[in-house]
């Protein structure tokens, strides 16, 4: 379960750094645009000013909801990634934060694939391989001198190479036009308090079955091994890795 307040007012740059990957999708007035994981709804909104028709799908209902006080306006529906479907076909599918999330990931190409036109075009960003490997192993550290055994199996996340996505893509009848793999340090919002905040939102998964001491000690943990690499001048970086990739349906 996500927290919608946590996520609006600590992490706007998920969708602010989503910002630019518009330019990718380059919607046009009158196309039909599915903003797969929509979250809040702030990227849907921007995609819905071009003129085109735009509707948003996010598993979490507290996201959905959210979505639909923001934006009344606009369609915002609550349906998984894997196995979703569509009353109509689109002409593109928007995915921005969010397929790292996804750990069938051939079940969702399968999905985007079945909601989209032939010719219709796949825009996405999302964590790529070597995605938050400094955070990710402070945190299991941390955990294994815990006595938590194997904490990494308790990884929430999926972060492909470009080869490996590119693939999974062909494989469905994609055709990938274009896919980069970048690093983008990221500054956390909140001062101090930005790792601990970024850990609470995103890697909860790692901290839910522990007590409320065990999670200060864990997060205080993590903050101690990650000073001295992410954490310059007053603010929290996320060392993330992102990969863009753009596909169009055969």
Same mark, same amino acid.
């Given at each position: 379960?996500?927290?919608?307040?946590?996520y609006?007012?600590k992490?706007?740059f998920?969708?602010q750094y989503g910002s630019?990957?518009?330019?990718l999708?380059?919607?046009?007035?009158?196309e039909w645009?599915?903003?797969?994981?929509c979250?809040?709804g702030?990227l849907?909104?921007?995609i819905?000013?071009t003129?085109?028709n735009?509707q948003?799908?996010d598993?979490?209902?507290?996201?959905?909801?959210?979505?639909?006080q923001?934006?009344p306006?606009l369609d915002f529906?609550?349906?998984?990634?894997?196995?979703?479907q569509?009353d109509?076909?689109f002409d593109a599918?928007f995915?921005?934060a969010v397929l790292?999330?996804?750990?069938?990931?051939?079940a969702?190409?399968y999905?985007?694939?079945?909601?989209?036109?032939?010719?219709?075009? !796949?825009v996405?960003?999302?964590? #790529?391989k070597g $995605?938050?490997?400094a955070? %990710? +192993?402070?945190?299991?550290?941390?955990l294994?001198e815990?006595?938590?055994?194997?904490?990494?199996s308790l990884?929430?996340w999926y972060?492909?190479?470009?080869?490996d996505?590119?693939?999974?893509l062909?494989?469905?009848?994609?055709e990938?036009?274009y896919?980069?793999?970048?690093?983008r340090?990221?500054? !956390?919002?909140?001062?101090d308090a #930005?790792?601990? $905040?970024?850990?609470e939102? %995103? +890697?909860?998964r790692?901290?839910?079955g522990?007590?409320?001491i065990e999670r200060?000690?864990?997060?205080?943990?993590v903050?101690?091994?990650?000073?001295?690499?992410?954490?310059?001048?007053g603010?929290w970086?996320?060392?993330y890795r992102?990969?863009r990739v753009?596909?169009v349906?055969l």
């Open positions: 379960s996500w927290n919608t307040t946590l609006q007012e992490h706007a998920v969708w630019s990957l518009l330019e999708l380059a919607a046009k007035p009158g645009i599915l903003d797969l994981g979250g809040t702030q849907t909104e921007k819905a000013q003129g085109a735009v948003g799908i598993s979490s209902p507290a996201m959905i909801a959210t979505a639909l923001n934006y306006h529906r609550v349906a998984d990634a894997t196995k979703f569509v109509q076909l599918v995915s921005n790292h999330w996804i750990k069938q990931p051939d969702a190409i999905c985007m694939r079945e909601a989209l036109k032939v010719g219709g075009r !796949l996405a960003e999302f964590g #790529g $995605n938050v490997q955070i %990710f +192993a402070a945190v299991c550290s941390a294994s815990m006595g938590h055994p194997s904490p990494e990884s929430p972060y492909p190479s470009i080869g996505y590119a693939t999974r062909e494989k469905q009848g994609f990938v036009t896919a980069v793999l970048f690093d340090p990221t500054p !956390l919002e909140g001062g #930005g790792m601990a $905040n970024w850990l939102m %995103f +890697a909860n790692f901290l839910s522990l007590s409320d200060i000690q864990v997060i205080q943990s903050e101690k091994r990650l000073q001295p690499i992410l954490y310059r001048d603010t970086f996320a060392d992102r990969i753009i596909a349906k």
